[in-house]
């Protein structure tokens, strides 16, 4: 049986549907019992536990032989990531109380990079996790192709995409969802003995002037890129009502500087399927019927 955390998301989700129909037990790990209901309809047991709960949590891994563990996103965090050390702490007491048998964690690109930045919340879970004396792996994603969902309505509207990534020719190692959750559900019903990290990424690299020409090809209009000057960042997201932007701002310049990137190099990485073709066609259906 698989625990799963974050079912209610986009990757849970799909990790659970997967592992349903492989004919595998999940046990949803829910905050809200309300949200579970569509999960037990389909098969799963239910647990109800708050990722800060030791207690609750414990009960809801034991008998796991997997626990799949995914940080809820916190783009706005306490300065030092006081929510993902509370969070991942309580995560591993409670499987270390429970007795249950592996741990597959949901990192990040970059996970093992030195400065500051967003993603510093996944180093800390490594951390964390590391002191486990269970088998752990540490599954490590790249920049989501899924972000430019972001960009459809703009890029629709007014033909144009902002972009944060840059210079806009720089190469960027993106996946998509679909390829995540695949490996993931791969992932969790395999035997391994130890620590490792499984780093993840699409069938090659991306620009965001590739993503202007997918988008341009998908909405079958022209479709500008644009670079967001790097000095009007702090300005825009604390417009956004972002308190302390710094370690988005830092997590950008990661990428765009290069030391946000696989510790294997891309020789290193394994490859999904998933093209962004595929996935902004579907983002744009999906702008389209809720317009």
């Known amino acids: 049986m698989i625990a799963i955390t974050g079912i209610t998301g986009r990757i849970g989700g799909q990790l659970a549907e997967r592992l349903l129909t492989a004919g595998v037990g999940v046990r949803a790990v829910v905050r809200d019992a309300r949200k579970g209901d569509a999960w037990t309809a389909k098969g799963c047991e239910l647990a109800v536990a708050d990722l800060t709960d030791v207690i609750a949590l414990t009960k809801a891994f034991r008998g796991a032989e997997v626990v799949f563990v995914l940080l809820p996103p916190i783009f706005d965090p306490e300065p030092g990531f006081q929510e993902a050390y509370t969070a991942m702490t309580a995560v591993r007491d409670a499987v270390r109380n429970s007795g249950a048998g592996k741990v597959l964690y949901l990192s990040t690109v970059g996970a093992q990079a030195r400065q500051t930045s967003l993603l510093s919340q996944h180093t800390i879970g490594e951390f964390i996790f590391g002191q486990l004396d269970v088998p752990v792996t540490y599954l490590r994603p790249a920049w989501f192709i899924e972000n430019a969902a972001w960009d459809i309505v703009s890029a629709r509207d ?72 790097r000095d009007s960042w702090e300005g825009l997201f604390v417009g956004q009502g972002m308190r302390n932007p710094n370690p988005r701002i830092r997590m950008i310049d990661g990428f765009n500087e290069g030391w946000i990137d696989f510790a294997s190099g891309f020789a290193g990485t394994r490859k999904g399927s998933t093209t962004a073709d595929a996935v902004l066609s579907e983002i744009s259906r999906n702008a389209d019927t809720h317009r």
């Open 158 to 229: 007014n033909g144009v995409m902002h972009s944060f990534l840059q210079p806009l020719d720089k190469p960027v190692p993106m996946v998509a969802i679909h390829d995540i959750s695949k490996l993931a559900a791969e992932l969790v019903q395999e035997n391994w003995t130890g620590q490792r990290v499984v780093e993840l990424e699409g069938p090659s690299r991306i620009t965001p002037l590739d993503l202007g020409a997918v988008v341009s090809k998908v909405l079958k209009r022209q479709v500008r890129v644009e670079a967001v000057p």
